[in-house]
């Protein structure tokens, strides 16, 4: 069904014998309702309120003792819920670069500290800022691409774990894998730029020096 329900888990029967059976009450708490067509949905609803309030004798004024609601308010309500829980995972996914992006930082800086020598003897030999530059930034890539490579092995692994476990539908998108991989790169980049500026500015004489 639309929402997920097994209908081989449904029983059908009449609406009498569950009141008196299993409820123990003598009205209707819930009615299904189909319009002629989707434009007619909101006169439909019109009318329904309308014939309720009449048959409850409800006085003009007073509040309904009763709720109609449209499948249209109820795809929207359903958005709106997706559309919030997209943005708190996209919030928690932000965090998780960031202090990730600040590692590749760390780990960086790190290396370019004990790699002092090695940039000086490469500086003294001809080598230009710009090549240093590459080479580190290339390092901090190849460092975020493993982990964004490692990170989609996890989440196939989980979906595909969830899907035997529970029986649930997962779909990977390849587009998404693709994003995935070259956002992980982007953070690379972004992260590792500083330390691999700071290296590439490094003055060859104080580097030889540097124990």
Partial sequence: ????????????????????????????NRIFISARSGNLVPTAQKQIEELLRFRHKIEPGEEDDFTVRSISEMASVALSTTTILSYLLGSIASVSLIVGGIGIMNIMFVSVTERTREIGIRMAVGAKGSDILS?????????????????????????????????????IAPSAVALAFLFSAAVGIFFGFYPARKASRLDPIESLRYE
């Fill in 1 to 28: 069904s639309g929402i997920g329900q097994n209908q081989d888990d449904t029983i059908v029967v009449p609406y009498t014998t569950v009141q008196k059976k299993l409820q123990g009450i003598q009205h209707l």
């Fill in 135 to 171: 080479q580190f930034l290339i390092e901090a890539v190849v460092l975020s691409s493993v982990g964004g490579v490692v990170g989609i092995l996890v989440g196939v692994g989980a979906s595909t774990l969830i899907s035997r476990l529970f029986q649930w539908p997962t779909l």
